[in-house]
Every structure is written in structure tokens, then in C-alpha cells.
């Protein structure tokens, strides 16, 4: 099978094409002939040794994948030719493993691309949401990076939360509809003014939650633009630098910092993705998720797909089409 292979830590110059043996099922794992991988920032970080998480190479980079199943336990909830979404292991092939867990049902709503791009995003912005922030109907919310895939995906699930507001922040003017296409009520570009742009929108009051997955300088004023009793969500770091805080600001404005790690808490629970995808599930079917799809590259053009994450030029989710 073909698969793309980092094979050294220094990003997209590191990776090429191959052919390799595909791999064999474990117990209670899902096989899965891929038709399309979603790209994410860590894919791009662990290629170039700056992640939490090290991968040695030679390896096979991906965890998120769509297609149909080609081989599942006995007992499953699956059988061959099933649409499926999962997160599995060296994704970026023509076939790819996923435990049992951690695979579900693609509703015939979304495309194989667009399924893709479910899995790590949304699973994120509803444990985030829901569960870190304890978001609640009529709250407003703030997103930065809203054009990307992070950022997208946390202004739907926030409008299907039954958000009374979702403001975006994007860096450039091109990025500006990709927001606007996932439900953002208003999208400022990152220029001087922005934090008052933000608080104006919210009536003067500030919005419930923040989420960031940028960090970097538009930290401070990103806590800057929370209302009393706000809560801003530490998803990442996309723009390169890891924040600090003085937590004075915290106590004399009654704000929260609070981080939403989903893969942290999801070694510890690995249950957690099952009763995520229950909503996930239901907010499809409601019209609420749709993901906002940019590039879609061939597997041959893996490094410029890491390339587009790298150069900061990603907009919505970078996807890889396999088959």
C-alpha cells in the first residue's frame, strides 16, 4: 500500500511516499481502506520533534481518517463496507487500523473529507466546551484562529450549545468567510483595536469564553476580553509562544484560565470518545456540524499539506485524499 513517511524530524522536508506491507488488525481493532486524512498542527509539531509526544522515525504520520471498513472484530457494531470515521494509527495510507473505540459511524450528511476533519476538532471543542468550560445556552464565545479547523469546529459546536453570540478573530482578510462559513456572528482581523472590536460586539460586557488555540502575544488580550465569571480555554499554541499570566487579573475580574487537553484526558478515560461521539452524532444530524474544508491534496503531496500548517496558510482543515 502507499503511505506517507516522515523520515526525519524536520518537517515537511523530512517526508515522502512509499509502499509498505498495510497493517494487521490487533484484538479489537477496526481495518480501514482510507479514502481521506485529516491534517492537525500536532501531525506537523511530532514531524519536527517539538510535540509532548515523540515519534522516532521512519514513521507513518495521521490520526484522523474516513472510509469504509475493511475488517472489524467479531461482535462489532461494524462490518465491511461501512462508512466509518476514526482515529487510528499511521492514518495517512491506504489503510489504516483504529481501535474499536475510537471509530463511528460517518451519517451519510458528511462527505469522506469532511469526516476527516471530525474526529480530533470537534471532539475537542465538545469536551471543551461542554465539559472544561461548562458552556451554557445564551453564553457568547470568542475564537481565536477562527478560520482554521480548530477554530471552525468550536464556533459550530458552540452554536449548536445554543451560543448567543460566536466571535472570531482571523489574521488575514482571505480567512475572513472560512469564519463566517462556520456560523462566526462577527470576525475581526488581528490589527490594533481588535480586543475593543471584540468587547463592543458583546454589548460592552466581554464574552463568556474564550477559546484559544493560538496563545503567543493575543493571550493577554484575549483574558482582557472576558466577561466577570468568563472562562478562556487553553486549547494550543499555534502561534508559536506558551503564554504566562498574572493571576492577580484573574482574581480581581473573577475569570478562569482553564486548559482542555481532549488527548490527555482521553489516555486516562479512554472512554470519554464514545459518549463525545454521541453528541458529535447528534449534532450532524441536526445540520449543526459541518466541517469547513480547505486544501484537499493528494497523498503525494503530503509535505505541502504539512507545508500549508507550517507557513501558516491553512485555512479550515487541510485534508489528504487517499483513494
Given at each position: ?224 476580553c472576558l466577561a ?17 499570566v498574572k493571576v ?76
Open positions: 500500500m502507499r503511505a506517507l513517511v516522515v523520515n526525519e524530524l524536520t518537517g515537511p522536508a523530512g517526508i515522502s511516499v512509499t509502499d509498505m506491507a498495510p497493517p494487521e488488525a490487533a484484538a479489537g481493532d477496526v481495518l480501514i481502506d482510507v479514502v481521506a486524512a485529516g491534517v492537525s498542527f500536532p501531525d506537523l509539531l511530532i514531524s519536527q520533534g517539538l510535540y509532548q509526544r515523540r515519534s522516532e522515525p521512519p514513521y507513518v504520520p495521521g490520526v484522523e481518517v474516513a472510509g469504509r471498513v475493511r475488517q472489524a472484530p467479531a461482535g462489532s457494531a461494524f462490518k465491511p463496507g461501512d462508512r466509518v470515521y476514526a482515529g487510528a494509527s499511521a492514518g495517512f495510507a491506504e489503510v489504516a487500523r483504529a481501535p474499536e473505540r475510537m471509530t463511528f459511524s460517518l451519517p451519510d450528511e458528511l462527505s469522506f473529507e469532511q469526516g476527516a476533519a471530525v474526529l480530533v476538532n470537534y471532539q475537542t471543542a465538545v469536551f471543551a466546551l461542554s465539559m472544561r468550560a461548562g458552556f451554557r445556552s445564551g453564553e457568547s464565545l470568542f475564537a481565536l484562529g477562527a478560520s482554521g479547523g480548530v477554530g471552525t469546529a468550536a464556533i459550530q459546536v458552540a452554536k449548536g450549545l445554543g451560543a448567543s453570540r460566536a466571535i472570531g478573530l482571523v489574521s488575514t482578510a482571505d480567512k475572513v468567510e472560512p469564519a463566517r462559513q462556520a456560523g462566526a456572528d462577527d470576525v475581526f482581523l488581528v490589527e490594533p483595536g481588535w480586543r475593543e472590536r471584540v468587547v463592543a460586539a458583546t454589548g460592552g460586557r466581554g464574552a463568556d469564553v474564550v477559546y484559544d488555540p493560538v496563545g503567543g502575544d493575543r493571550f493577554d488580550d484575549a483574558v482582557r466577570p465569571g468568563g472562562r478562556l480555554l487553553v486549547i494550543g499554541f499555534a502561534g508559536g509562544g506558551i503564554p504566562t492577580n487579573r484573574l482574581l480581581l475580574r473573577n475569570v478562569s484560565v482553564v486548559g482542555a487537553a481532549w488527548g490527555e484526558w482521553v489516555a486516562r478515560d479512554p472512554n470519554l470518545p464514545v459518549g463525545v461521539g454521541r453528541e458529535i452524532d447528534r449534532l450532524i444530524r441536526a445540520g449543526v456540524i459541518r466541517p469547513v474544508i480547505g486544501d484537499v491534496l493528494p497523498l503525494e503531496r503530503g509535505a505541502e499539506a504539512f507545508r500549508l500548517l507550517a507557513e501558516r496558510k491553512a485555512v479550515g482543515k487541510v485534508i489528504l485524499r487517499v483513494a
